[in-house]
Each structure stands twice: as C-alpha cells, then as structure tokens.
C-alpha cells in the first residue's frame, strides 16, 4: 500500500488515481486545446492572411488586415453605429434589466403572492426559442399595438412599433429586457433562498424591512453572485446580438457588433472574408478584456461587505 | 418547521411600499407575456381574411392552419445534385439529435471535469478552475471564422456529431454549478465505498454520479431546451441538417405565397412552441429549483 503511495510536488497520490485521472480528463483537456487555444490562435493568425477568393491560396499580409479593421472600425458609420449601439444597449439593459431581476428575485424569495407563478412566467421566455418569441413580439407590436392604440386613443392610423424607426431601437431593447429575466432571476432567487433565516430575523430586529432588508441583507449576502452575472456580461458586450438577426436577419438598421460579426460570417461567400472580420475581432478584444478586468477589481473593491 | 421559515420570510415584507410596487410590475409582466401567447394561439386560428379585418379579436370563424403549415414547413438544402427540400419530420429528427446529443455532451463533460478537479488533490485541477474562471471574465471576440476553418479541418463540419465534441466542454458556469456541489459531498462517502473495495470508476458511477442526477437532469433539460431553440448554430455548421428552429427562421422571413401571412407564422410558432412549452411545464419544478453560482475569484 505505502509503495504505491508517492509524494511529489503534485500532492500524494496512487499510480491507479493517476490513471483514472488522466483517462477522464484526457477528453476535456484535448477539446480544449482544440476548440479554445487553437482556435483562438488561428483566429490571431487569420488577421495577418489573406486568401484568394479564386484559388484558395494563402499569403501573409502583415498588419495590412488591421490596418483595414481599423479603418472600418474608426471611419465606416455603420461601425461606429455598432460601436455607439453595444454600448447604449449593454448599459440599457443594465441599468434596468439587472435592478428589476434582482427585486423580482426578492420577491419570489420572501415568497410573497403569486411569486410560484411570477418565477414560472420569468423564466418562460428563456425556454421560448429567440426565433419564436420574436415572430410573436415583432408582429403583435406592428399589427395588433396600432389597432389597440386606435381603438383606445381614436381613428388616427398609428405606426408598428418596429416599424416606426423612431421606436424601432427603443422598442428592441424593451423586447430584450422583457424576455432577459429568467436565468438571472433563477440564479439571484436560488441565492437568495441560501441566506441563514437567523441573519434575516437578526436584521429585522434592528428594523430591517422590506427595501432596508434588501440593501443591507439580502444584496450584499447574494454579492458573489451578482458580482459574477456583472462581469460574465460585461465579456459579452461585443458578441451580445440583442436579438438583431431574429428580428431582421441580415438586413437590419440597428448595429451592434455581436449581430455584424455574425451577420458577417453567416454571409461570407468564401474564407477569403475572414480576415478582416478576425482583425476586428482583435481589436474588440483588445478593448473588452482590460474594461471587463477594471469592472471585476471595482466590484472587488467596492462591493459590499457580508459582515 | 417550513411553515414557520416560510411565516418568518414573509412577514412584515409582505405590505411595503416595495413589494406592492413590485407585484404591480409582475402582474403587468404576466398579463403581457400571456396576452401575446394567447394572441399568437388565437391568430393561429384565423384566415388571412379575416386577420386584415380582426387583429386582436377572437376568430369568428376557426380555421385549422396547422396541417398546412406542417406540409409546407420545407427547408431548402442545397446540394452538388441541386436543391433538396427538407420537411418537419426529419427537422424534428434532426433537432433531437442535435438537441440531445449536444445537451448530453456538454453537460457530462463540465460534470466530470468538475468532479475531479473538486475531489483529486491535483494541481492540475487547480488549473483548470483557473482556466474556467479567466475564459469566463475574458472575452474573446470574432473568432468564429477562425472555428469554422477548424471545424472543417477536422471534418465536424456540417456533422451533426461533430457538433457533438465541439459542444462537449468544460468551460463556463456549469462548470461552477457541479464543482460546487462536488466540493460539498462529505469524504466519508469516498472512504467508506474504497473500504468496501470500489475502485475509482466504481465510486464516480456507483456514488458521486448518482448524487448529483438531480443538478445533471437540470443542467441537461437546459441545455437541451437551449440547443432545440437554437438556430444560428445549425444556420452556420449545419447547412445540410436543418432543424425545426432553423425552419421556423426561414418561415419567419419567407416571401414564399401562403406561408408569409401572419396566421401561418403564428401557426408555425405555435408548432414549435408547443413542445418545448409541455416539456417546461412537466418539469418546471425541477427546472427552476436548485440550481445556484457562487461568486469568480481569481
């Protein structure tokens, strides 16, 4: 028994847990090297080629492929429109959507009326394919809205709500919220069902209730949870397509660089448009690690404290 | 005793300000997300005559669009000996293979990775977690293009069990949610079964696996419920297996007579909606019950 007991600078362990170990995670190592690591340094070498759209040959460019992402990026509209638009939506949904899960949770956790059914209904939409809830949505807000505003409000022909450009981007991130709840509520409630009921009657003892009972108990107790929500969304602020193709397919007005990235690669005749669209993605990596790092050590820092 | 958590929970939340604003907002939410459902079931129901005169009111007269619709739900696949129509039984087909297989690959793979970096003492482990956590907070943009080429490299390309391994990783919070729950397993269960002389694939299938089928039945249904819905993957990997999503997306934009009206969209909604919306409300209480994430240091 001792024999087969070593020690080394991995711990101690037996020969036969070796085996077993390297055998199961074999698969999971390799998958990875191969789908995250090679990928991700194909993509970096994919920058600097070029392809023949005819032949099919390779040639390497140098910088010519970033230097032509970074033009599109910094003078071409419809880019700075994306750029403009990942923002303004990632901070829409953040500054309503996560407030609004998290009191929702608090909600369904103080199990208050109805909240069986309001946590069923939250999480309907996520199990709702995109491409069906949007069909539902896009047509209810451009055929029956107008004739309910025209049976409530008078004659007058009223516009779709996606149709009216004026209304479209507004009405697309309302969309987003709306059907947005469910695993976060899931998540922040499943939490919150996990604070000690001895904390909460403490608390209450010193006056405690409803909104104090959420800021000071219930949030900073759920913090590690919605720290790591925060931060896994701001990684997505440039690959979210906030429903953009389901709405239009490719021919969208709305802009964001998930849904132009993907438009991109759905559409492109041949490699030799990959290129370019792997340079952007360069850059836009450059710019969404360090601001997602910044983002995790403010939370780290200024997070409340469980105490 | 849970009546009595449950009284403490409640009582003296229950009549703020708060909460009162707040079931106002739930109750608007639940009145919206049903009216459309009931508003697209009902429109499924009427002819495009009618519909023109009577968008949201009830159908005066009912017509069954669903055997249409589900004869006409063809999907284009174009192929070297031209182009080839795909129906919704073998979209149904194929969405089950994709759904099920990629649900299972990509549940089992996050389990046992977890499983070992949670109870082997190997630094290795320690490793991986790191690796979970950082692929999480970094993000990677634009390098699709990229796996396409090595999809298509390794012949996984436009294959449903390709999709399969591509699927089967470790990374993200499932990973999170099963590490958690390994980590919490007392290590007496492990020692006594080693007592009895299990060895490791003993303990792993006979004692750590059947603890946690209840967070992997979960895991799986949502996966499964995220990869049936899924249409943008199969748009792009998988142009000659066609799924029922990927179907109803080419419904939602097809200028093809008969199927453009707003009743057949909303009969094919309908069509896909139904079963996913059976298999949520059969197991919503598990669906919607233990699943929990802790907080990313590192």
Known sequence: ?????????????????????????????????????????????????????????????????????????????????????????????????????????????????????????????????????????????????????????????????????????????????????????????NAMDAISPDQVDAAKLEGAVGIREFVYITFPMIYPTFSTFFITGVATIFTNQYNLYSFFGDGSSIQTYGYWLYVKVAGAASQSEYPVLAAVGIFLTVIAVPLTLIVKKLLEKFGPSED | MQTVSKRLKSSETRLSLLTVLLLILLVLYALMLVGLLVWAFLTSFKSQQEFRVN????????????????????????????????????????????AVGCAFTATLVPCITSYLCARFPYRFGKLIYLIVIVTMVIPIVGSQPSEIQVAKFLGFYDQIWGLWLMKANFLGMYFLVFFGIFRGIPKEYEEAAKMDGAGNFAILFRIMLPLVRN?????????????????????????????????????ANTRENGLSTVPMRMTGAMLMLLPILAIFLVFQRRLIGNLTVGGIKG
């Open chain 1, 1 to 189: 028994m001792r024999a087969a007991k070593k020690t080394s600078r991995l711990g101690v362990f037996h020969r036969k847990d070796i085996l077993f170990y390297c055998a199961l995670m074999a698969y999971p190592v390799l998958q990875f090297v191969i789908f995250y690591i090679v990928v991700n340094a194909n993509s970096i070498l994919l920058a600097f080629r070029s392809y023949d759209t005819m032949t099919g040959a390779v040639t390497w460019v140098g910088f010519a492929n970033l230097k032509e992402a970074f033009r599109m990026m910094t003078q071409q509209l419809e880019l700075l429109d994306a750029m403009k638009n990942s923002f303004l939506a990632y901070f829409v949904t953040l500054v309503i959507g996560t407030p609004l899960a998290l009191l929702f949770s608090f909600y369904i956790y103080k199990e208050l009326p109805a909240s069986g059914i309001f946590r069923v209904l939250l999480f309907m939409p996520s199990i709702v394919s995109a491409i069906v809830m949007v069909t539902i949505f896009q047509f209810f807000s451009d055929r029956a809205v107008p004739e309910i505003f025209t049976k409530v409000f008078g004659a007058e022909t009223y516009q779709g709500l996606i149709e009216n450009p004026q209304t479209r981007f507004g009405t697309v991130m309302f969309y987003n919220i709306f059907v947005g709840f469910g695993t976060a509520t899931l998540m922040y409630s």
């Open chain 2, 55 to 98: 968008v949201i009111g009830l159908p005066q007269t009912w017509v069954w669009n669903y055997t249409f619709v589900f004869q006409m739900y063809l999907y284009p696949v174009f192929t070297e000996m031209g182009t080839q129509y795909v129906g919704m039984g073998l979209m149904f087909l194929y969405s089950l293979l994709y």
């Open chain 2, 215 to 251: 967070t992997f039945f979960v895991v799986m249904l949502i996966r499964f419920i995220e990869f049936w819905n899924d249409y943008q993957t199969p748009l792009i990997y998988l142009k000659s297996y066609p799924t029922v999503a990927l179907g109803m997306f080419n419904m």
